[in-house]
């Protein structure tokens, strides 16, 4: 992620406020930034801004990064990414630890939190051009799979359930199978999304035996939230879709996304992306298999699982539900975004989605 430019009247006033309300919680009236909140390009659906303070300030003075949730209700949130963030950096693992989780929308007008700014840069950035296209094709080729397959193998080695009753302990039930299962159900439900209402019901009447072993999976890893320097990974980011569920959910949701996302992309390069693609989320899933162990059967059912869920996202926007997806994230609902994930369901359920016709739907 980059710094967006100075000057937006919106971040100026997060500039001024941010500082009166460290200035009373710190009890510093005297309280200054030494760097001022500069933002982050590349963050989807919130805002995010590196600042540092005034050295002094305890496990306040290194560089810090300031999390502005867009919806009061992400407050809730909010809390739950302070509990696990918190959870897995005293387990050693690379996610940033929070210092504070503000549920108070009048303060910044949203929810947010604070903390820890890692080292590192992200690799992958959703936008590939000409300029930058050798780069990308060794990005997702090569250096990615072993990248993801590594932290992933790292994150799920973790005592799951320690996690989850210190989550427990702060009052935070953390996510779970059933929970994503219910966020689908209800969106295809509530929605009238009726195209894929034969899609739920198969992963509701075929879901895997109960007794499996749950880790910690972070849900969306790709190479956005993943920091590196030297090629060591120093963070992992963005722990909002976290859920406790078997390993095989994460390996899914991440060999999905590198084989079937719709980068922006030229179309002149667009013949060599769909092989790279492949390539790399095949050469993914036999690095995670050098690490650990996989169930097929429960790969093929995850791997449903989040074809699934992409669809229902892109359905409710092209029937033009306010609040679906913003009009700006065409990243997620370009020309042929789901056709990947829906022949990949079908391959792998046996049954066809009916998705809308494709429409862009100004909904802001």
Request: net charge positive.
């Amino acid at each position: 992620m980059t710094p967006h430019p100075p000057g937006d009247f919106a971040d100026s006033l997060v500039e001024a406020r941010l500082l009166r309300y460290l200035q009373t919680k710190l009890q510093q009236p005297d309280l200054r930034y030494l760097t001022a909140p500069a933002r982050f390009a590349g963050s989807f659906e919130n805002r995010v801004f590196a600042f540092q303070l005034q050295p002094g300030v305890a496990q306040f003075s290194g560089p810090l990064v300031l999390r502005l949730f867009a919806q009061p209700g992400d407050a809730a949130r909010g809390h739950r990414e302070f509990a696990l963030q918190n959870a897995l950096a005293d387990k050693g693992f690379p996610a940033p630890r929070v210092f504070v989780s503000e549920d108070d929308v009048a303060i910044l007008g949203g929810p947010f939190i604070i903390m820890e700014q890692l080292p590192g840069v992200a690799a992958y950035t959703n936008t590939i051009r000409l300029a930058n296209a050798l780069p990308m094709w060794v990005e997702l080729s090569i250096r990615a799979p072993r990248r993801r397959a590594e932290i992933h193998a790292r994150l799920h080695a973790l005592d799951a359930e320690v996690i989850a009753r210190k989550m427990e302990d702060a009052g935070l039930a953390p996510a779970t199978l059933s929970t994503r299962l219910e966020d689908i159900r209800k969106r295809i439900e509530v929605d009238a999304l009726t195209g894929l209402r034969p899609g739920i019901d198969w992963l509701l009447e075929h879901q895997p035996p109960k007794g499996v072993r749950r880790a910690v999976c972070h849900g969306d890893l790709w190479g956005g939230n993943i920091l590196s320097e030297r090629s060591q990974i120093t963070g992992v980011l963005d722990w909002s879709m976290a859920t406790l569920a078997p390993a095989e959910f994460d390996v899914a949701n991440t060999s999905v996304g590198m084989r079937y996302a719709v980068p922006q992309i030229p179309g002149a390069l667009r013949a060599f992306l769909r092989p790279i693609q492949y390539e790399g989320s095949l050469r993914y899933l036999r690095e995670y298999r050098r690490r650990r162990r996989v169930d097929h059967a429960r790969l093929r059912y995850f791997t449903a699982m989040r074809c699934l869920d992409m669809c229902s996202r892109a359905y409710r926007r092209r029937i033009g539900i306010a609040g679906s997806m913003r009009d700006d994230l065409k990243v997620w609902d370009p020309p042929g975004s789901t056709d990947g994930f829906e022949a990949c369901f079908r391959r792998n359920a046996g049954i066809s989605l009916a998705m809308p016709p494709e429409r862009i739907h100004f909904l802001y």
